[in-house]
């Protein structure tokens, strides 16, 4: 882990801005897509199909991700702006010296690098340990979730919608094809 806070806090609005618009292409045609579906399985379900349970409540799951997904991007986006305005309006800070000739910020970022390297080795949640490692190491080398509040969200829910959100409009589809077949 050699990318320290300056950079964490240089990478991350670049990655945002260059996944926004992709991003909410995604959330728009996956969310019209799973809608459909949605209201035609509602629709075969009044109709008396009994058979399209199982799309209807996928249908449902596959919308709630994509909801998640667009709040916390939407979220994502806010914070990284602010972090950019923040930045823009701060002065660059003067250095410290100690008496022995070191630097107060060196001493701050070997301890960070430190903290960071530990929390990234630190295997212990049950669900995405190794995603929750990378962004406890990540909060340890910015310094907190004061200095990075684009962190503070679960970054395991944030996949996980992701991933319903990608995979929302090819299912959203086959589950459509199925559905007229059951109809």
Excluded: C
């Excluded at 459909?36 to 709630?64: C, E, F, H, K, Y």
């Excluded at 909801?67 to 305005?85: M, N, P």
């Excluded at 100690?98 to 049950?126: C, I, P, W």
């Amino acid at each position: 882990m050699s990318a320290l806070p300056g950079s964490l806090s240089l990478f991350l609005p670049l990655l945002v801005k260059l996944l926004r618009g992709p991003g909410k292409a995604i959330v728009l045609v996956n969310g019209l897509l799973t809608a459909l579906l949605l209201w035609l399985t509602i629709d075969s379900v009044r109709d008396g199909n009994a058979g399209v349970w199982v799309p209807l409540v996928m249908a449902a799951v596959l919308l709630l991700g994509i909801v998640v997904f667009a709040i916390r991007g939407s979220r994502l986006a806010k914070h990284v702006d602010d972090l950019e305005k923040l930045q823009t309006q701060t002065q660059p800070s003067q250095e410290i010296i100690t008496q022995d000739g070191r630097s107060v910020q060196e001493e701050e970022m070997k301890q960070r690098f430190h903290d960071a390297s530990y929390e990234a080795n630190q295997l212990n949640a049950r669900f995405m340990p190794r995603v929750n490692a990378a962004q406890r190491a990540a909060i340890a080398a910015a310094g907190g979730t004061v200095q990075a509040p684009y962190l503070k969200a679960d970054l395991r829910i944030t996949l996980v919608a992701g991933m319903l959100t990608v995979a929302a409009g090819p299912l959203s589809i086959i589950l459509m094809i199925f559905t007229a077949a059951m109809s």
